[in-house]
């Protein structure tokens, strides 16, 4: 299953397309060309942590893990502080940030100041999603695998984010993270 559909029956790109004034299909579309770049970091952040680094698990229980997706679905305004703590984490700055959502704005035809808003919402979304998965498999979140599953394995991303993944992607490790670093000349 992809990410946007588990993102949709949970109703986490209705409160982001709501958030953010848009229609839903575009939030679809949205979080669709952001998220090989955000299951990239997070990939980057498992490795990392299997190299003997804090990566991923420790991320996910720094921030609170599982209570991101909760704060996104609540019906109040989204305090993207967190999100933005996730981004910094995965993407190391906001250089990064911005070209991620200037290559998912070229990707999807979608605003790239809009897709900049909604980076965040998604990063805590996905963080979320990791934190639960793991939780509801009675991993800790300092197992690097806990609530990975197909998020970011080579499958149940789907046809949509694995074709904007390789589109991403130039040097084709799949990883786009590390092809739009080289765009930023790190």
Known sequence: MQVTDIL??????????RELGISESQAQNGAAALLPAILGGFKKQAGAQRSGFDGLGGLLGQLGGGSLLDELLAPKPTDVGRGNDVLGQIFGSKDVSRAVARNASAASGLDTSLLKRMLPMLAMAVA????????????KHGDSDAGLGGLLGGGGRGDVVSGLASMLDADGDGNPLDDILKTLGR
Not at 8 to 17: D, K, R, T, V
Not at 130 to 138: C, I, T
């Open 8 to 17: 949709n029956q949970i109703g986490g790109l209705q409160s982001m397309a």
């Open 128 to 139: 979320g999603l990791m934190a639960k998965g793991g939780e509801a498999s009675g991993q």
